[in-house]
């Protein structure tokens, strides 16, 4: 696992080792165990090193046996030792032990075609200087980030924006479009990012930089829904062998490794199968808790740790810690995300990183399996809408009526949040029920009133030509959309820099391209049914756990973060959304926050996802746009 980052100038201009050396530099944190580097004529590239295989012998950059194709790589390949033998029977040699060496190798084998082979989490740029090209490429779900720039003659890259912007011929500037996708998101779906000119490689991606700038962009892979027609037992029965492999592959590392241990179903069967190939004694689990006791779910995990004689590890956060780790948090977001889950991701990293150095989670289960009540809400709204007009206008009538009390603020929102989207096509009510800020919200929220709000879908649209006009499953749809944009760009970057902030390496059992492709297979009627999430996934955990773990409601890391607002961060909820720092911005309307902000702080409505998507924002906005004149909240 490294962190890896670079530049070539196209225009012919010499390259500059000082200036890799500062991009490298913004990205220890990935690779705090070793650096290397490649600078010569026009061309710069570098990385920062996480020693997981091959400790002494995998330092990069890694060259083929003519030294004329060089590699600078962060991932790992999960089937390396499999395509290795492949290769040294076709004469290659190899001078490490590591799966570094074996993608170049597999590059000048089979050219363009080798993504097909590789099974794993990557982000890498193979320079070949025999075809004077440079190639980059993505993992098939987007674990591993890479962004880009190409401006003013230059191309540079990075696994973390941090580092493009060390380079003096990227400037940073917010992209206006991309601030509306944030509030709308929560996040900034690729292939843009909150800066302007800045952008990110697409899951499944390849992007070929010829030496004379020309650029080549192409999906090597794209998840395809096609149901298959064999019975549900023997689709229990190959998704739980498909698992126990991708478990398996897992466990190849040189260095210390256990698993993140929520006592969710995923974590939890992931857990229970891991026991099949390692002493469970010898399965080291972390997980934590919180002292506000509606939110503290360890006694889950704890249940699972005891029923497998784990050696488990548990640590209770009071208040202060996670709040404090609100301020570690923006330190390495170069984006805004506004999952506040977040929080307890890093505070377990850094918990785990402790003893560890490589940890399995269990990312992806929910957009796999279907594991959000979202799903049987877009199957069973259907009968709704074919209900007459006038008695779903009373329905409407009835359901704007419902007053707001402590009781039932969260069930009021959300319903009317439901009825809200039904305005919408499928595809963008699915995005519009979870949004911080509703279309007509936006238009009240920004200071910008020029521009095309139907562009906030492009997003969506992009993966609907791609695959959703070809399948008229609505749940299959959903599945994919999640899949391709609130897993890759919210989820997976919450856990890739909350890890990695820490020096973790996080390893995804359910993200494994064979089992990934499988599950792609798998009806949808055997992923929700009826008001069961994860049906089939349910059906092989109650193998090996009890009722109370496999189907208890799901919560996920839940926080308090609305009553943190109303006490906790109500001071820097109001410096960050008072009316001085608002207006000195000029981006939002202050009267339009302002009323939101008292409207939580009195109890009137549960705005908390709002503000919280507001506050990191500006959070993020104040460490990157620091303006002289503002006190530090």
């Not at 993140?260 to 934590?288: C, E, H, Q, R, W």
């Not at 208890?552 to 961060?569: Q, S, T, V």
């Amino acid at each position: 696992m490294c962190g890896i980052c670079g530049y070539i100038s196209i225009d012919g201009i010499k390259a500059d080792s000082s200036i890799l050396q500062n991009m490298l530099n913004k990205i220890i944190h990935r690779g705090p165990d070793s650096e290397g580097s490649i600078v010569e004529e026009n061309v710069a590239i570098g990385m920062r090193r996480l020693k997981v295989i091959d400790i002494e012998g995998g330092n990069q950059p890694i060259f083929n046996e003519t030294k004329d194709v060089a590699i600078v790589y962060n991932g790992e390949i999960y089937n390396f030792l499999v395509i290795k033998e492949e290769l040294i029977k076709k004469g290659h040699l190899f001078n490490t032990n590591s799966d570094t060496e074996v993608i170049v190798h597999l590059y000048e084998e089979e050219g363009f075609d080798f993504f097909n082979k590789l099974n794993g989490m990557f982000s890498f740029c193979i320079w070949d200087k025999r075809k004077d090209l440079f190639v980059f490429a993505r993992d098939r779900f987007g674990k591993k980030p890479l962004h880009y720039s190409f401006n003013n003659g230059t191309f540079v890259f990075g696994s973390e924006i941090k580092s493009i912007l060390e380079h003096p011929r990227v400037e940073k500037r917010i992209n206006t479009l991309s601030l509306q996708k944030y509030f709308f998101y929560g996040y900034v779906p690729a292939p843009d990012t909150i800066f302007s000119g800045i952008l990110k490689l697409m899951p499944g991606e390849y992007l070929i930089l010829n030496i004379d700038g020309t650029i080549n962009k192409n999906y090597y892979w794209v998840p395809k829904f096609n149901d298959s027609d064999a019975d549900f037992e023997h689709l229990v029965k190959k998704t739980e062998l498909l698992l126990c492999e991708s478990i398996k592959r897992r466990l190849i590392s040189d260095v210390p490794l256990g698993v993140f241990l929520s006592g969710g179903v995923d974590s939890s069967l992931i857990v229970a199968l891991m026991s099949k190939y390692v002493d469970p004694k010898n399965i080291k689990t972390y997980s934590i808790g919180f002292e506000e006791k509606a939110f503290d779910e360890s006694t889950y995990s704890t249940r699972v740790a005891e029923l497998y004689h784990t050696d488990h590890h548990l640590k209770i956060f009071p208040v202060n810690e996670c709040l404090d780790a609100i301020d570690e948090i923006i330190d390495f977001l170069d984006e805004p995300v506004a999952d506040p889950s977040i929080i307890p991701t890093y505070l377990l990293s850094k918990f785990a990183k402790k003893d560890i150095t490589v940890a399995l989670g269990g990312d992806g289960g929910d957009e796999l399996f279907g594991g959000y009540p979202k799903y049987y809400v877009h199957k069973y709204i259907s009968y709704y809408e074919m209900l007459p007009l006038f008695i779903r206008k009373i329905v409407r009538i009835i359901v704007e009526s419902i007053p707001t009390s402590p009781d039932n603020r969260i069930f009021n929102y959300k319903i009317k949040r439901m009825f809200l989207g039904l305005k919408y096509p499928p595809v963008i009510r699915n995005q519009a029920w979870v949004a911080p800020f509703e279309l007509d919200e936006l238009k009240n929220l920004l200071l910008y009133n020029d521009l095309n709000y139907s562009e906030l879908f492009t997003n969506i649209n992009l993966h609907q030509d791609m695959f959703i006009s070809n399948n008229s499953d609505i749940v299959s749809n959903m599945l994919y959309l999640d899949t391709r944009l609130m897993l890759q760009d919210m989820f997976l970057v919450k856990v890739d820099r909350a890890s990695m902030a820490t020096s973790l390496e996080v390893r995804s059992p359910f993200l494994d391209k064979e089992l990934g492709e499988f599950v792609f297979t798998i009806p949808s009627k055997y992923k929700v049914k009826g008001f069961e999430t994860k049906y089939i996934l349910k059906k092989i955990a109650e193998k090996y756990l009890p009722p109370e773990i496999v189907y208890r409601g799901k919560r996920g890391f839940g926080l308090p973060i609305a009553h943190w607002l109303r006490k906790d961060l109500k001071e820097v909820l109001q410096h960050y959304l008072g009316k001085e720092f608002i207006e000195r911005q000029g981006i939002f309307n202050f009267n339009y926050i302002n009323n939101i902000v008292n409207d939580h702080l009195e109890g009137k409505r549960d705005a908390s996802t709002q503000l919280w998507a507001l506050l990191i924002f500006q959070l993020w906005y104040k460490k990157c746009f620091t303006y002289q004149g503002v006190p530090h909240g």
